[in-house]
Protein backbone atom coordinates (compact mmCIF):
# COMPACT_ATOMS: atom_id res chain seq x y z
CA UNK A 1 0.00 0.00 0.00
CA UNK A 2 1.79 2.87 -1.42
CA UNK A 3 0.44 6.07 0.36
CA UNK A 4 2.58 8.74 -1.38
CA UNK A 5 3.63 7.78 -4.99
CA UNK A 6 5.58 9.58 -7.72
CA UNK A 7 4.84 8.45 -10.79
CA UNK A 8 7.82 9.56 -12.95
CA UNK A 9 11.19 8.05 -12.01
CA UNK A 10 12.62 10.33 -14.17
CA UNK A 11 12.53 13.71 -16.20
CA UNK A 12 15.28 15.26 -18.24
CA UNK A 13 15.14 19.04 -18.55
CA UNK A 14 16.91 22.14 -20.64
CA UNK A 15 19.06 24.47 -18.35
CA UNK A 16 17.02 27.73 -18.12
CA UNK A 17 13.69 26.04 -18.13
CA UNK A 18 11.12 24.75 -15.61
CA UNK A 19 11.41 22.04 -13.76
CA UNK A 20 7.72 20.12 -13.00
CA UNK A 21 7.95 17.35 -10.03
CA UNK A 22 4.84 15.39 -9.20
CA UNK A 23 3.63 13.46 -6.43
CA UNK A 24 0.01 11.97 -5.14
CA UNK A 25 -1.19 10.59 -2.04
CA UNK A 26 -3.96 8.70 -0.68
CA UNK A 27 -4.08 9.04 2.94
CA UNK A 28 -6.24 12.04 4.06
CA UNK A 29 -4.46 12.45 7.44
CA UNK A 30 -1.78 13.62 6.10
CA UNK A 31 -1.08 17.10 6.34
CA UNK A 32 2.18 18.42 5.95
CA UNK A 33 4.27 17.90 3.15
CA UNK A 34 7.91 18.15 2.04
CA UNK A 35 10.40 18.12 -0.51
CA UNK A 36 13.60 16.42 -0.27
CA UNK A 37 16.78 16.26 -3.12
CA UNK A 38 18.98 13.80 -2.49
CA UNK A 39 22.61 12.57 -3.98
CA UNK A 40 23.10 9.14 -3.54
CA UNK A 41 24.81 7.33 -0.57
CA UNK A 42 24.35 11.01 1.24
CA UNK A 43 21.20 11.98 3.34
CA UNK A 44 18.46 13.61 2.24
CA UNK A 45 18.61 17.46 1.76
CA UNK A 46 15.41 19.05 2.84
CA UNK A 47 14.20 21.95 0.50
CA UNK A 48 10.71 23.23 0.56
CA UNK A 49 7.81 22.24 2.57
CA UNK A 50 3.79 22.99 2.60
CA UNK A 51 1.28 22.76 5.19
CA UNK A 52 -2.74 22.06 4.45
CA UNK A 53 -3.62 24.73 5.11
CA UNK A 54 -1.68 26.84 2.31
CA UNK A 55 -1.91 25.39 -1.44
CA UNK A 56 1.45 27.27 -2.32
CA UNK A 57 4.71 28.39 -0.36
CA UNK A 58 7.96 29.86 -2.53
CA UNK A 59 11.46 29.61 -1.83
CA UNK A 60 14.19 31.24 -4.20
CA UNK A 61 13.65 29.37 -7.55
CA UNK A 62 11.43 26.78 -5.88
CA UNK A 63 7.81 26.44 -5.79
CA UNK A 64 5.33 24.05 -3.87
CA UNK A 65 1.78 23.75 -5.08
CA UNK A 66 -1.21 21.72 -3.31
CA UNK A 67 -4.22 20.59 -4.57
CA UNK A 68 -5.88 19.27 -1.19
CA UNK A 69 -8.85 18.30 -3.42
CA UNK A 70 -7.15 15.94 -5.93
CA UNK A 71 -4.47 14.95 -3.02
CA UNK A 72 -1.78 16.41 -5.65
CA UNK A 73 1.42 18.21 -4.97
CA UNK A 74 3.89 19.31 -6.95
CA UNK A 75 7.44 21.01 -7.45
CA UNK A 76 8.74 23.41 -9.44
CA UNK A 77 12.08 24.89 -9.82
CA UNK A 78 12.77 28.12 -11.98
CA UNK A 79 15.34 28.17 -13.49
CA UNK A 80 16.55 24.53 -13.67
CA UNK A 81 20.34 24.30 -13.23
CA UNK A 82 22.74 21.64 -13.96
CA UNK A 83 23.12 21.94 -10.11
CA UNK A 84 19.77 20.91 -9.20
CA UNK A 85 20.32 17.35 -11.09
CA UNK A 86 19.52 14.47 -8.23
CA UNK A 87 16.94 12.92 -7.17
CA UNK A 88 13.82 14.36 -5.41
CA UNK A 89 11.56 12.50 -2.78
CA UNK A 90 8.23 13.99 -1.45
CA UNK A 91 7.24 13.11 2.00
CA UNK A 92 4.10 13.30 3.85
CA UNK A 93 3.66 13.47 7.04
CA UNK A 94 0.29 14.20 9.85
CA UNK A 95 -1.79 12.40 12.00
CA UNK A 96 -0.64 10.93 15.38
CA UNK A 97 3.00 11.94 14.45
CA UNK A 98 4.99 14.22 12.28
CA UNK A 99 8.53 12.43 12.86
CA UNK A 100 6.99 9.72 10.58
CA UNK A 101 7.68 10.85 7.25
CA UNK A 102 6.44 8.37 4.53
CA UNK A 103 8.11 8.92 1.43
CA UNK A 104 7.41 8.35 -2.40
CA UNK A 105 10.10 6.79 -4.64
CA UNK A 106 11.50 9.59 -5.78
CA UNK A 107 11.96 10.98 -9.32
CA UNK A 108 15.28 11.11 -11.37
CA UNK A 109 16.04 14.91 -12.12
CA UNK A 110 18.38 15.18 -14.78
CA UNK A 111 19.25 19.00 -16.14
CA UNK A 112 21.60 19.48 -19.45
CA UNK A 113 23.76 22.32 -19.98
CA UNK B 1 24.51 25.36 13.95
CA UNK B 2 26.20 21.73 13.32
CA UNK B 3 24.01 19.43 11.13
CA UNK B 4 23.10 15.66 12.03
CA UNK B 5 25.78 13.68 12.70
CA UNK B 6 25.97 9.72 12.33
CA UNK B 7 28.85 7.31 13.10
CA UNK B 8 30.03 4.81 11.81
CA UNK B 9 29.51 6.04 8.07
CA UNK B 10 30.32 2.74 6.77
CA UNK B 11 30.15 -0.82 8.16
CA UNK B 12 31.12 -4.21 7.27
CA UNK B 13 29.09 -6.85 9.18
CA UNK B 14 28.89 -10.98 8.68
CA UNK B 15 25.04 -12.43 9.36
CA UNK B 16 24.20 -13.38 12.44
CA UNK B 17 25.94 -10.31 13.99
CA UNK B 18 24.59 -7.37 15.93
CA UNK B 19 25.02 -4.05 15.22
CA UNK B 20 24.51 -0.28 16.68
CA UNK B 21 24.33 3.01 15.04
CA UNK B 22 24.35 6.37 16.77
CA UNK B 23 23.15 9.77 15.50
CA UNK B 24 23.98 12.72 17.23
CA UNK B 25 20.55 15.70 16.44
CA UNK B 26 20.77 19.16 15.36
CA UNK B 27 21.00 20.99 18.84
CA UNK B 28 18.47 21.97 20.68
CA UNK B 29 16.27 19.20 18.18
CA UNK B 30 14.49 16.16 21.25
CA UNK B 31 12.70 14.71 18.01
CA UNK B 32 15.15 12.12 16.45
CA UNK B 33 13.61 9.45 13.88
CA UNK B 34 15.28 6.93 11.82
CA UNK B 35 14.81 5.50 8.48
CA UNK B 36 16.29 2.51 6.09
CA UNK B 37 16.87 3.15 2.29
CA UNK B 38 17.10 0.18 0.20
CA UNK B 39 16.57 -0.23 -3.97
CA UNK B 40 13.99 -2.68 -3.51
CA UNK B 41 11.74 -0.70 -0.93
CA UNK B 42 13.08 3.25 -0.67
CA UNK B 43 13.18 4.79 2.39
CA UNK B 44 10.76 3.53 5.02
CA UNK B 45 10.01 4.71 8.38
CA UNK B 46 11.55 2.81 11.17
CA UNK B 47 11.08 4.41 14.44
CA UNK B 48 10.99 8.22 16.08
CA UNK B 49 12.25 9.09 19.68
CA UNK B 50 11.69 12.32 21.58
CA UNK B 51 12.53 13.17 24.72
CA UNK B 52 13.71 9.42 25.38
CA UNK B 53 10.44 8.11 24.69
CA UNK B 54 9.54 5.71 21.40
CA UNK B 55 6.36 7.69 19.80
CA UNK B 56 6.15 5.83 16.81
CA UNK B 57 7.48 2.65 15.18
CA UNK B 58 7.36 1.53 11.37
CA UNK B 59 6.45 -1.38 10.40
CA UNK B 60 9.72 -3.47 10.99
CA UNK B 61 10.54 -7.09 13.21
CA UNK B 62 11.79 -6.56 16.68
CA UNK B 63 15.09 -7.28 15.54
CA UNK B 64 15.51 -3.56 14.79
CA UNK B 65 15.09 -1.40 18.23
CA UNK B 66 16.94 1.64 19.37
CA UNK B 67 16.75 4.40 22.38
CA UNK B 68 17.65 7.81 22.86
CA UNK B 69 19.70 9.51 25.72
CA UNK B 70 18.93 12.52 27.94
CA UNK B 71 21.37 14.90 25.40
CA UNK B 72 18.71 13.78 22.72
CA UNK B 73 21.62 11.69 21.19
CA UNK B 74 20.17 8.49 20.22
CA UNK B 75 21.19 4.76 18.97
CA UNK B 76 19.60 1.88 16.74
CA UNK B 77 20.48 -1.37 16.99
CA UNK B 78 20.24 -4.52 14.56
CA UNK B 79 20.54 -7.82 16.16
CA UNK B 80 20.70 -10.95 14.34
CA UNK B 81 21.85 -9.59 10.89
CA UNK B 82 20.43 -10.83 7.50
CA UNK B 83 21.56 -9.76 4.38
CA UNK B 84 18.44 -8.07 3.75
CA UNK B 85 19.60 -5.84 6.26
CA UNK B 86 22.44 -4.06 3.81
CA UNK B 87 21.12 -0.55 3.42
CA UNK B 88 21.75 3.01 4.06
CA UNK B 89 20.52 4.43 7.78
CA UNK B 90 19.65 7.26 8.32
CA UNK B 91 18.74 9.34 11.01
CA UNK B 92 16.62 12.67 10.80
CA UNK B 93 16.32 15.49 13.85
CA UNK B 94 13.48 18.06 14.12
CA UNK B 95 12.49 21.30 16.37
CA UNK B 96 8.81 20.67 17.68
CA UNK B 97 8.14 23.40 14.95
CA UNK B 98 8.30 23.76 12.33
CA UNK B 99 8.08 20.05 11.32
CA UNK B 100 10.71 19.64 9.03
CA UNK B 101 13.34 16.89 9.47
CA UNK B 102 16.97 17.62 8.83
CA UNK B 103 18.68 14.42 7.62
CA UNK B 104 22.44 13.04 8.56
CA UNK B 105 24.63 11.44 6.08
CA UNK B 106 23.91 7.95 6.77
CA UNK B 107 25.38 4.91 7.90
CA UNK B 108 26.39 2.23 4.90
CA UNK B 109 25.86 -1.07 6.29
CA UNK B 110 26.64 -4.22 3.96
CA UNK B 111 25.72 -7.32 5.66
CA UNK B 112 27.67 -10.90 4.15
Known amino acids: DQQVKQNSPSLSVQEGRISILNCDYT??????FLWYKKYPAEGPTFLISISSIKDKNEDGRFTVFLNKSAKHLSLHIVPSQPGDSAVYFCAASGGTSYGKLTFGQGTILTVHP | KAGVTQTPRYLIKTRGQQVTLSCSPI?????VSWYQQTPGQGLQFLFE???????NKGNFPGRFSGRQFSNSRSEMNVSTLELGDSALYLCASRDREPYEQYFGPGTRLTVT
Open chain 1, 27 to 32: NSMFDY
Open chain 2, 49 to 55: YFSETQR
Open chain 2, 27 to 31: SGHRS
